[in-house]
Nanobody
Framework: QVQLVESGGGLVQAGGSLSLSCAAS?????????VGWFRQAPGKEREFVAA????????YHADSVKGRFTISRDNAKNTVYLQMNSLKPEDTAVYYC?????????????????WGQGTQVYVSS
C-alpha cells in the first residue's frame, strides 16, 4: 500500500506560480508506476492534469495546461512535482496526486488506484 501526500497549495494572483509536491510513503514508487495529477473545481468533475512514467520520466500534459504546467520527479526523494506557471483563475481547484501500476500514461480518474487527500490552489484575478 502506498500513501500519497500532497503539499504546496495556496493562494496566488493570476500570472503567478506555485509548485506542488507529491511524496510517497509506506512504499516507494517502483519502476512500473505512473503518477498523475488531477484537479477538481467546485461543482465540476475531477479532471486530468498531467502524468509521468516513473521509470523513464516520460510525461503527458492535458491541453489546458500544456506550456504552463510541468510534471517532474525526483527519484532520490521519491517525490513527484507539478510546477504551475502563468496561473489563471480557472486553475482554481483542489489538486490531487494519484498513482497506478504499469507504464501507460492514462488520463481517467478510475484508472488510478491510490490517491492523496488533495491540496487547495486558489488563483485570484
Amino acid at each position: 500500500q502506498v500513501q500519497l501526500v500532497e503539499s504546496g497549495g495556496g493562494l496566488v494572483q493570476a500570472g503567478g506560480s506555485l509548485s506542488l509536491s507529491c511524496a510517497a510513503s509506506g512504499r516507494t514508487f517502483i519502476s512500473s508506476t505512473v503518477v498523475g495529477w488531477f484537479r477538481q473545481a467546485p461543482g465540476k468533475e475531477r479532471e486530468f492534469v498531467a502524468a509521468i512514467r516513473w521509470s523513464s520520466g516520460i510525461t503527458y500534459h492535458a491541453d489546458s495546461v500544456k506550456g504552463r504546467f510541468t510534471i517532474s520527479r525526483d527519484n532520490a526523494k521519491n517525490t513527484v512535482y507539478l510546477q504551475m506557471n502563468s496561473l489563471k483563475p480557472e486553475d482554481t481547484a483542489v489538486y490531487y496526486c494519484a498513482a497506478r501500476g504499469g507504464n501507460m500514461l492514462l488520463t481517467g480518474r478510475y484508472d488510478y488506484d491510490y490517491w492523496g487527500q488533495g491540496t487547495q490552489v486558489y488563483v485570484s484575478s
